[in-house]
């Protein structure tokens, strides 16, 4: 079945510093890609998302790419801050038109160190 | 407010006590779904539901039932829960006229079977 891989599963940086994590799909259809950030004890909120017509989209300090070819996603998250540490979810699904089943991958656990 | 809400928040309960976990969305949304979130397995969705009297399973679907009797309340039931219960559940709801096709999601419910 559709399956999305995450790494790494853990990352700590220094403050300033830039992250980067990696995603992987299985279902070459899927061309709607979001990210999904979860603050301890929180719900997870959709911070990006990319679709398969682009490449690469930014949103200030973050940005998401994407490799229709590799069947690839990654977030990059630059000059973090305290406030970026978070659990953060790749997804991926057919589509954005009806309803389209998001397949997330197992989360990733930024720590932020001042 | 635009919103979802679960109830209850926390829930311990004894194998095989029957148990029911609201849902409820304020954004006329027509699809609603129900994730289990564990440690190193992301969220993994339960059932979800297209509309009123529209649902179909998920991923992990034994041990659970839901119903759509109304377009805001999407309700979880376990009948006969047990320990592989265990975990933190949310309800999340979304709009085919959405631009975005972003999840809303609920504050969670973590339950624990003993």
């Known amino acids: 079945g559709e399956n999305v891989e995450q790494h790494p599963s853990t990352l700590s940086v220094q403050e300033g510093d830039s992250a980067v994590i990696k995603c992987t799909y299985s279902?070459?259809?899927?061309?709607?890609f979001p990210w999904y950030k979860q603050e301890l004890g929180k719900r997870p909120q959709l911070i990006i998302d990319?679709?398969?017509?682009?490449g690469e989209k930014k949103d200030q300090r973050i940005a998401v790419t994407l490799n229709k070819t590799a069947k690839h996603f990654s977030l990059h998250i630059t000059e973090t801050q305290p406030e970026d540490s978070a659990v953060y979810f790749c997804?991926?699904?057919?589509?954005?038109?009806?309803?389209?089943?998001?397949?997330f991958g197992a989360g990733t656990r930024l720590a932020v160190h001042p | 407010e635009a919103q979802v809400t679960q109830n209850p928040r926390y829930l311990i309960t004894v194998t095989g006590k029957k148990l029911t976990v609201t849902c409820s969305q304020n954004m006329n949304h027509e699809y609603m779904s129900w994730y289990r979130q564990d440690p190193g397995l992301g969220l993994r969705q339960i059932y979800y539901s297209m509309n009123v009297e529209v649902t179909d399973k998920g991923d992990v679907p034994e041990g659970y039932k839901v119903s759509r009797k109304e377009k805001r309340n999407f309700p979880l039931i376990l009948e006969s829960p047990s320990p592989n219960q265990t975990s933190l559940y949310f309800c999340?709801?979304?709009?085919?006229?959405?631009?975005?096709?972003?999840?809303?999601f609920g504050p969670g419910t973590r339950l624990t079977v003993l």
């Open positions: 999340a709801s979304s709009s085919p006229r959405s631009p975005h096709n972003e999840q809303f």
């Open positions: 997804a991926a699904s057919r589509g954005s038109g009806g309803y389209n089943k998001l397949i």
């Open positions: 279902d070459s259809a899927s061309n709607y």
């Open positions: 990319i679709r398969s017509n682009v």
